[in-house]
């Protein structure tokens, strides 16, 4: 593996891809939409306009290729082999962690890295129950440990936790069961070395100030963070209207990024308290009459294809050697 160095800059890029769907049906799951012959007409050719719209955002994000991609919203490891693939992306030398996922629709997260850089020791899916009906079911949460060529450890959870489309209200404690599951496990590590280095990334749908986050995560603005705790490196950002989503004109932060204390007082591998940043790039956006601003373009609106990138903006973490 490469070796890093005092002074070296790496990227963490979490980006909510929406809808990377393949053409071809999974009896399994309901993606008959994402097919060439139903209502979106989902063909080849604008299978492969969503890999490089995608891929060029990837690539343009950071200084470089990010060493490390979180992704949500992907069908299934074909999708992300055809990604790294591009032209735009070939030479990044993404490995790539991925395990299927029960949603309905067939879509789950993902996280690639640079083998040249990071060694995967261990990952898992984490799957979730909800007691109050067990027939819901969600996305896994992705975990990854890896190290690097000096043998510093890092832990990873991607995220992309149950919808919003019922009401905030009515979907919270499906938001809070995830949350609590995830907690479980960062205690686990937490027990046995209680200065790892995690850091949590994901479309929550829940924002920095909602109680899944807030309370259950224990992720706030606050620094120094309590034992346990973790510093919401957008929390801040959402204060003074900054976001990654717009919803009916409202900017917000569904994604973010959350890191343990570990990662920005140790030595080693480091980040700050205002290393996040959104990539909003005008290529990116469209002009929204009705609201009167620029948002996110997507692939669609309603059924019709407009070939852009994602209803979500990505966001992109520095991280440095101290």
């Known amino acids: ?68 991609v979180g992704l949500a919203e992907v069908e299934n490891r074909t999708v992300l082999e055809d990604l790294i693939n591009t032209p735009a992306l070939r030479e990044a030398g993404y490995g790539i962690v991925h395990e299927d996922s029960p949603d309905v629709r067939g879509i789950d997260v993902a996280f690639l890295y640079q083998k040249e850089l990071f060694s995967v020791n261990d990952y898992k899916a984490i799957s979730i129950q909800f007691d109050f009906d067990p027939s819901i079911t969600t996305r896994d949460i992705l975990y990854i440990n890896g190290t690097f060529s000096n043998g510093e450890e890092l832990h990873f959870f991607v995220n992309h936790w149950p919808s919003r489309r019922e009401g905030q209200l009515e979907t ?51 620094w120094p963070q309590p034992e346990g705790g973790f510093y919401n490196l957008v929390a801040e950002k959402e204060e003074i209207g900054d976001g990654t989503h717009n919803y009916r004109g409202d900017w917000g932060f569904l994604d973010q990024m959350m890191v343990s204390p570990a990662l920005i007082t140790s030595e080693g591998l480091t980040t700050d308290l205002d290393s996040v940043k959104v990539v909003k790039e005008e290529w990116m956006l469209f002009y929204h009459t009705r609201y009167r601003e620029y948002k996110p373009n997507k692939s669609y609106v309603g059924d019709n294809y407009v070939g852009g990138y994602s209803d979500h903006l990505p966001l992109v973490m520095r991280l440095s050697i101290r």
């Open 1 to 68: 593996m490469k070796e890093i160095r005092k002074g070296d800059e790496l990227h963490l890029l979490f980006y909510n891809v929406e809808n990377l769907f393949d053409t071809l049906d999974d009896p399994f799951t309901e993606d008959d939409d994402f097919t060439p012959h139903e209502r979106k007409k989902w063909t080849n050719e604008r299978y492969e306009e969503k890999l490089n719209n995608l891929s060029k955002v990837i690539a343009q994000a950071a200084n470089g290729f990010p060493a490390f």
């Open 172 to 222: 919270e404690p499906k938001r809070i069961t995830v949350a609590k599951r995830l907690r479980e496990e960062i205690d686990l590590i937490f027990e046995k070395k209680s200065e790892s280095k995690v850091i949590l990334m994901g479309d929550f749908n829940d924002y920095p100030y909602n109680k899944s986050i807030v309370d259950v995560l224990q992720a706030t603005a606050q």
